[in-house]
């Protein structure tokens, strides 16, 4: 079991930038892929980026390659995700997630889930 408690997010103007946190506790942090989804109004959730355990292979969406970095710290059992050039349309709630196999632009349904964090970009 993972508990992944989420901070970060709020309300910015489109270009501009914000970093979303992701702390863990329960068991090893780095024995875990995490990953970062998304779910916008009226939209379903959907992946954005991911990490693996030793966080040596990323994957990211198309729609924020390039403007979102993912990364961790195994150290502080924290997952990061930076994010840049915020567009109207990434306007989201933002879930952190683990899995103890991996998580890849094809997973739909990690094993643990943060809490969510809303992310607002005005225009």
């Known amino acids: 079991q993972v508990q992944l408690v989420q901070s970060g997010g709020g309300l910015v103007q489109a270009g501009g930038s914000l970093r979303l946190s992701c702390a863990a506790s329960?068991?090893?942090?780095?024995?875990?892929?995490m990953g970062w989804f998304r779910q916008g109004p009226g939209k379903e959730r959907e992946f954005v980026a991911a990490?693996?355990?030793?966080?040596?292979?990323?994957y990211y969406a198309d729609s924020v390659k390039g403007r979102f970095t993912i990364s961790r710290d195994n150290a502080k059992d924290t997952l990061y995700l930076q994010m840049n050039s915020l567009k109207p349309e990434d306007t989201a709630v933002y879930y952190c997630a683990a899995d103890r196999f991996s998580i890849t632009p094809m997973t739909t349904r990690p094993t643990y889930w943060g809490q969510g964090t809303q992310v607002t970009v005005s225009s």
């Open positions: 990490v693996s355990r030793s966080g040596g292979t990323t």
């Open positions: 329960g068991r090893t942090f780095s024995s875990y892929a």
